[in-house]
């Protein structure tokens, strides 16, 4: 019977997050990251966030039922000790990833944030499944996979997505709205989200309340379906910004009026026929797409940023040329690459 609750419980902690995961990624349309690096932070959000986050929660709450006792104890842990520390140390990967010209606006920032916390809810929700089915039974443990898949791992996913959504915000904004404003707002935002379903199941699980863990269950989906929302505004963003961006550069001669009418949207840009035969059309949308986008970037950098962002600029028009020539053999891959010359 162990084995059979360790494969259900391996099974119901990775598939859904994975399911989660790979509709999230599909979102990106427009400048889609690289999966290998999405995996990655997922990866770190299930093992090192996992990791981290229960060993300085274990120790932090150790320390708080030393000094104010158990019953202190079980509320502050839960509610104020865990949204704290693991909303950090889900999201430590973004940290390095904003240096990187993979992670440059708000939906970049959605989209690693909510890795990071799906990752984390598969290791968590393994741990529990295997816990209350060992130790309540099967059934109890089918109804704990109910709850945490459906509630536990949206609260994860919206915490973390919340935080990246606004250090994807600041990318690219004066250096105290980058570095201050910005990424402590998105973690006040995280914590407060955490926070609130923490306690609304602590106080359920003390008090016997059901009443207070369906209300908390109800403003979960509401926060997972505003998320929802969050990041097609977001892409409707992109998309004017692309729109605009090309605009600019069928008045300049860079490209076809007809180009700059079908490139931002993702389903037209998917087509085949529209470009003449033998030009790249994956590289010759990402270079204009990527275009676009530095050239909105660079509307909001200053200093040597913003002469990074122009020199893309430049180098992106060069490569656009040289596809639409038919040399694109001659034409360097300017989007690959894990940053630019200029260190952004």
Known sequence: MTIVIIFVSAMAGILPMLAYLCFI???????????????????????????????????????????????????????????????????????????????????????????????????????????????AGFGAMMANIFVRTCFTALVHCSASASWGFFLGVGRYRAPALRWLVLPVTGYLSAVSIHAFWNGSATWSTQKGDLGIQAGACAVILTLAVFMFALTQLSLYLEHRVIKRGLEDEVASGLLPQAHAAIIPYWLKRMQSGWLAPGVDRERYVKAATLLAFRKHQANHAIGVTREGLLEDVEKYRVELRLLLAGTRAQAPDLSAGWGSSWGR
């Open 25 to 135: 990624y599909w979102l990106d349309r427009y400048e889609r990251e690289p999966w290998w690096m999405v995996g990655l932070v997922f990866i770190w959000g299930g093992l090192g966030g996992a990791m981290f986050g229960c060993v300085i929660n274990t120790t932090v709450i150790s320390v708080v039922t030393m000094a104010l006792g158990e019953e202190t104890a079980a509320w502050v842990g839960p509610v104020v000790v865990a949204p704290l520390v693991e909303e950090v140390t889900k999201i430590v990967p973004l940290f390095g990833l904003i240096f990187l010209r993979h992670f440059d606006n708000a939906t970049d920032g959605l989209i690693y944030g909510a890795a990071c916390g799906l990752g984390f809810a598969m290791t968590e929700n393994f741990y529990y499944f295997y816990n209350v089915g060992t130790s």
